[in-house]
């Protein structure tokens, strides 16, 4: 596909704004896993596993801030403003990413299937028409990978280890499939953003995730539950109580000092 | 390894026809700014440097970081304006970009040479082979292949970590992305 979008200036005000929607959904995504995984650092079940869900959390609020930034430059507020200065209803995030941690088996369902989802987006945007988004997305591919396959090595891992961890890895699946699910909620940007060749619709983005996960869940020997219905409402700022209880928590020393300098 | 070299040409070229002492002496001073996290490497050897040229009356140096989460991007950028500010160029810019990406196949041969020397094995592969490209990391002590891979993940984002099977010491490696 030829780059249409050379740069951010060259979107028309109605692309613009689906643009800027769509930023704040991968932003708000990243900012909202990295905490969650955060939350883990010092707590991970042996030390490898506590350092690389804390790398992933690093890269993913790294990832964040590369979006917010884009955002600044679409005329947003600064990025920390962005991350730490809204109310849990302007925030743009999927329930997946907002579930408080669980066990492990919750932790590695969810950064799976969550990674997964992002790879196919990255892929996408690398190869869509808004140029400074597939430049930062080829960039972010290349980190994600590391994701996937310690994500994958993890779902094998505990998929049919133990009758518990198999239990319990089984119990995370059904739980968060919906949510998973939920990463693709349609909004009223899908059409025009495909159009415009930035990112394909939400629907097809989900089939080819679908594709991609479930040969390794049933490598894992774990079951996608039938006729589920997606959890939506994050990409119109509706989410779950435990959005709130994050954002206490992660924009509590912003609220007493706004401008702060480390 | 052509596609090093290109990088390395391309990089030496940019020197040759930038032509203007200025840009030679800002390609000069930035051989003193090192990775706060590898302080063996400069940030030329590290391919960190995509661009240096003036823009009007200003310097301006284009910064393509290695990972975009990397918590020394600012300590970076502020030493690039220090040792910029020590040549004189007290307005220069330091812009992070991210084209061209930053891949470890960007690492000079020198810094190749230097991250081993410090004990790092070099990206083992091309960025885009995958999965199997970090099994079998050479050990930067003993150069054996007999290693094994313990965590993808290690102390900086960009390290993985590894174990020697010949000389029985575990070490880290610096990931290909």
Redesign the interface.
């Known amino acids: 596909m030829s780059l249409n979008y050379e740069n951010l200036a060259a979107l028309t005000p109605r692309l613009r704004e689906a643009v800027v929607n769509l930023l704040y959904r991968m932003a708000d995504d990243e900012l909202l896993i990295g905490h969650r995984d955060s939350e883990w650092t010092g707590h991970g079940p042996i030390l490898?596993a506590d350092?690389?869900v804390?790398?992933?959390a690093?890269?993913?609020?790294?990832?964040a801030?590369?979006y917010y930034q884009m955002l600044h430059e679409l005329g947003e507020a600064d990025p920390d403003t962005l991350a730490f200065g809204r109310k849990p209803r302007e925030y743009k995030c999927a329930a997946l990413v907002c579930l408080p941690k669980g066990d492990w088996a919750f932790t590695i369902v969810r950064q799976y299937l969550y990674d997964a989802a992002e790879m196919i987006r990255l892929t996408a945007f690398a190869a869509g028409s808004l140029r400074?988004l597939a430049?930062?997305a080829?960039?972010?591919r290349?980190?994600e990978?590391?994701h996937m396959?310690?994500g994958r090595?993890w779902v094998l891992r505990l998929g049919d280890s133990t009758p518990e961890s198999h239990e319990r890895m089984q119990a995370a699946l059904t739980q968060l499939y919906p949510y998973a699910m939920g990463l693709f909620e349609p909004t009223e940007y899908d059409e025009h953003l495909a159009q415009a060749g930035i990112c394909p619709r939400e629907d097809e983005l989900q089939r080819e995730w679908e594709s991609a996960v479930a040969p390794v869940l049933t490598e894992a020997g774990l079951k996608v539950p039938e006729h589920l219905e997606p959890v939506y409402g994050g990409r119109v700022g509706r989410h779950p109580a435990a959005l709130k209880e994050l954002l206490d928590s992660m924009q509590l020393v912003y609220k007493i000092d706004p401008g702060a300098k480390w | 390894m052509v596609n090093r070299e290109a990088t390395r040409q391309q990089g030496k070229e940019a020197k040759r026809q930038g032509g203007s002492e200025r840009i030679q002496a800002a390609y000069a001073a930035l051989e003193s700014v090192t990775d706060p996290e590898i302080p063996v490497i400069n940030v030329i050897e590290m391919g960190m440097i995509a661009d240096v040229r003036v823009d009007g009356d200003r310097l301006v140096v284009d910064l393509t970081p290695t990972f975009v989460g990397c918590p020394a991007i600012d300590v970076i950028t502020h030493s690039i304006r220090e040792a910029m500010r020590s040549i004189g160029e007290t307005e220069a810019a330091v812009n992070v970009v991210y084209e061209p990406p930053w891949s470890s196949d960007r690492i000079t041969e020198e810094g190749r040479r230097k991250l081993k020397e410090f004990g790092l094995a070099p990206p083992s592969a091309r960025c885009e082979s995958g999965m199997a490209s970090i099994d079998r990391v050479a050990c930067p002590f003993c150069n054996s292949k007999n290693t094994s891979l313990e965590s993808i993940f290690g102390p900086t984002l960009c390290r993985s970590i590894h174990y020697c099977q010949s000389c029985l010491q575990s070490f880290e490696h610096f990931k290909p992305v």
Not at chain 1, 58 to 63: I, P, S
Request: proline share 4%; no cysteine; net charge negative.
């Open positions: 490898e350092i690389a804390s790398s992933m690093q890269d993913e609020m790294g990832h801030q590369a400074p430049q930062l080829t960039k972010l290349g980190e990978k590391y396959m310690h090595g």
